[in-house]
């Protein structure tokens, strides 16, 4: 058996080139909105939703406690979506979409 031998290389630097060879460093990125929603939001806000999720054409889905805040919120996407989107390098959210949290 002829293998070549290969040096050890951080972890870091193999996850990085695992998730560029598997197309899915564009979905990692796209999952810091998940992570920047409270943020964005702030205190009052976050305190009655939870980003949940986010798909792969841009849609970010948002558990909200009331049907009176899913209202509110849903008056005010495209303020919070021109806040999430001013992030550089992120593939951008087109839109949410808010749900009742059970």
Request: glycine share 6%; net charge positive; hydrophobic share 40%.
């Amino acid at each position: 058996m002829n293998e070549k031998k290969r040096r050890p290389v951080p972890i870091a630097d193999a996850l990085s080139g695992f998730l560029k060879r598997s197309g899915l460093e564009k979905r990692l990125e796209q999952a810091t909105a998940i992570d920047d929603w409270a943020g964005v939001v702030g205190e009052q806000i976050a305190a009655v939703t939870r980003a949940d999720s986010v798909t792969p054409d841009g849609t970010l889905f948002v558990s909200v406690l009331t049907h009176a805040w899913m209202s509110e919120l849903s008056l005010l996407e495209p303020e919070l979506l021109k806040a999430l989107n001013s992030a550089e390098g992120r593939p951008r959210v087109r839109k949410i979409r808010f749900q009742l949290r059970r």
